[in-house]
């Protein structure tokens, strides 16, 4: 008897506690984001008069921070435009090169036995856990040498290399719900081996594809350290991330510096909203099984 | 199993066995040929590199000497590890990394498996909640870390303004700047690292929707049956947790514990982009940026480096030994 009574007040308490604990977790979530668009919205000095107010009062409203962080530097603006161009070409010339080369690489670790499978996992798995901080002495150095650390196609060539491994397990997670039995059919009916991939493997791996290929393109749109450390003497190359780091100096006020986060977060958040289920599903595959 | 069983065991007809080797040998080929691009590109921009780094850490180099700087050759010197050794910096940014790496990962673990049981069972609007409990983690590490940064500010931020307004502070906090606060409960006052709690907590909040996400798949694929005999049987909720649900999770909760140990004591932008690792804060990672680029010492950085590789190697290994017959990378 004394059981069932505290079963029936946990329920009770759940029952409160559940709704609670939620709007808890959205609120600690969503409000840092409501306060970056909030802040870049009003001038700086009625944030410095009243910073505890968290909402835009009528006529208070000004779009002076976006106007500032996007006119090109001849205008005495930040040059964002520039900047956001500069990430879009880094993000899909990083994304075209890294799918291509990882859908044959994920495709021969979900299909075929070969010579060394164990130590190109292990390779990769290394890659996928070790400090970029390391890599980027060597990389720093070497690039400093050659002369060629301001290129952006350098960058391009760091960000293949860093998000190959991680590409290669999520492709290959969905390329091992093709059922081979279809593959096999078409190598009966005579087709090679890149045929096969082709005309069989990738149609059904579309979607597969294009969610891999957001998750890559805001792997190098987020990147930090590899743009500060090559690019921050020039620039002319720099991208959003390195741009809205650099907006941190006395004179730029905060609000500027919110515009800029916001022009930075608005397309992921939009590539994210886009394509959640396929991406997480492809990076949680393999979690289900304990 | 198919293939398996097609093949006749023994003993195999000669024709046939030879037709199994031929197709095996044509598989491993094709099979190496479709990996080596990926081999290739992961060995000259990662392996190499980290190789040289190795060879760098036993050399004096500075980064003004780059240009007439010979590969392999120079002399080499154990000078760089023996000063991080004797240096009290070094040990200081050892324990910043541990305390960081630990509490951080413990941090997001247990709001990620809050979040999960949470969101588990469904309610309108649950796909919505999902996606935006997984903001943190998705969002550019630079924009959120400034969205912090304002908010904690004592001059215009929003925490300080609540707690000088509104809950009474005398002061307002320099939570990213101060190294050392005092907390006074009952009269009795301890001291805080500040600053370092501070990062601690932005790691947290940041990685907790991996946690999240990883918990919340398991819970899904989780069999109902124990559940509903457990209830039937007059368990409460929280028996049924302990008893039914957690003994489920604990193994990716030991695979997020180890991933999110591995990429905090890696952790640069958060920590860099938050407090420079200034008051109290600098950790290995912040070590390493400012040896290569303010004191402009490549060999002492590469040492900070190498000394990171070494630990994170020893991880790479109990990850393998405890989940590496998984064959999987989540």
């Known amino acids: ?290 | 199993v198919a293939a398996q069983l097609e093949i006749p065991a023994p003993p195999p007809a000669p024709s046939r066995s030879r037709a199994r080797d031929t197709r095996a040998r044509r598989d491993s080929r094709a099979g190496l040929a479709l990996v080596s691009p990926t081999v290739i590109v992961v060995v000259v921009m990662v392996v190499l590199p980290v190789l040289w780094a190795l060879i760098l850490s036993f050399q004096r180099i500075r980064l003004l000497q780059i240009r007439r700087l010979d590969i392999l050759g120079g002399e080499y010197t154990l000078r760089n590890y023996d000063l991080l050794i004797n240096s009290s910096d070094f040990l200081e940014a050892l324990k910043n990394t541990l305390l960081y790496s630990v509490l951080g990962t413990t941090g997001a673990i247990v709001l990620g498996l809050a979040a999960a049981l949470l969101v588990r069972r469904s309610f309108r609007g649950r796909g919505l909640v999902r996606g935006v409990l997984l903001l943190p983690w998705v969002a550019p590490v630079v924009a959120i870390a400034f969205v912090w940064q304002v908010l904690l500010s004592p001059q215009l931020g929003f925490v300080n303004a609540v707690g000088t307004n509104v809950l009474g502070w005398d002061a307002p906090i320099p939570f990213l700047s101060q190294e050392e606060g005092t907390i006074t409960i009952a009269g009795i006052s301890i001291g805080v690292p500040t600053a370092l709690l501070m990062v601690i907590l932005f790691e947290a909040w940041k990685s907790f929707p991996f946690a999240f996400l990883f918990i919340l798949a398991r819970l899904q694929a989780a069999p109902a049956e124990l559940e509903e005999a457990a209830k039937v049987d007059g368990a409460t909720p929280t028996q049924t947790f302990r008893h039914i649900i957690l003994p489920q999770l604990m193994g990716v909760i030991a695979l997020i514990a180890v991933l999110r140990f591995i990429w905090t004591f890696n952790a640069f932008d958060e920590i860099y982009l938050l407090t420079g690792g200034g008051a109290g804060t600098e950790v290995l990672a912040t070590q390493v940026y400012s040896f290569l680029t303010a004191r402009n010492d490549v060999g002492a950085s590469a040492a900070v480096a190498m000394f990171m590789a070494a630990v994170l190697a020893v991880m790479l290994l109990v990850y393998l030994k405890f989940f590496g017959e998984r064959d999987r990378m989540q």
């Open chain 1, 1 to 290: 008897m004394r059981g069932s009574r505290r079963y029936h007040i946990e329920v009770a308490v759940l029952r409160v506690l559940r709704p609670l604990g939620i709007a808890f977790f959205v609120l600690i979530t969503l409000f840092p984001f409501y306060y970056m668009v909030l802040l870049s919205m009003r001038e700086i000095s009625e944030v410095i008069e009243s910073p505890g107010q968290i909402w835009i009062g009528i006529g208070e409203f000004t779009t002076a921070a976006y106007e500032r962080v996007l006119k090109p530097t001849s205008e005495g603006g930040e040059g964002f435009v520039e900047f956001l161009i500069n990430s879009a070409m880094l993000g899909v010339a990083t994304v075209i090169v890294t799918i291509l080369v990882s859908i044959l690489g994920a495709y021969a670790v979900s299909r075929l036995e070969f010579f060394g499978k164990r130590a190109v996992h292990f390779l990769f798995l290394s890659v996928y856990l070790f400090p970029p901080i390391l890599l980027a002495i060597p990389l720093f150095v070497a690039f400093s040498k050659l002369q060629l650390r301001g290129e952006l196609w350098v960058l391009v060539i760091v960000y293949i290399a860093q998000t190959l491994p991680i590409c290669v397990y999520m492709l290959r997670n969905y390329f091992e719900t093709v059922p081979v039995s279809l593959e096999e059919a078409a190598e009966v009916d005579g087709a090679t081996r890149l045929q096969v991939i082709r005309k069989v493997t990738l149609p059904l791996a579309v979607p597969a594809i294009a969610a891999t290929s957001l998750f890559v393109f805001m792997i190098a749109w987020n990147e930090f350290l590899f743009a500060l450390l090559f690019l921050v003497e020039e620039r002319p190359n720099w991208t959003v991330s390195l741009g809205v780091s650099q907006l941190t100096n006395i004179e730029t006020p905060a609000t500027t510096l919110m515009a800029g986060s916001v022009i930075l977060t608005l397309p992921i958040i939009v590539l994210f909203l886009f394509a959640e289920r396929l991406m997480t599903e492809g990076l949680t595959r393999g979690a289900e099984k304990g």
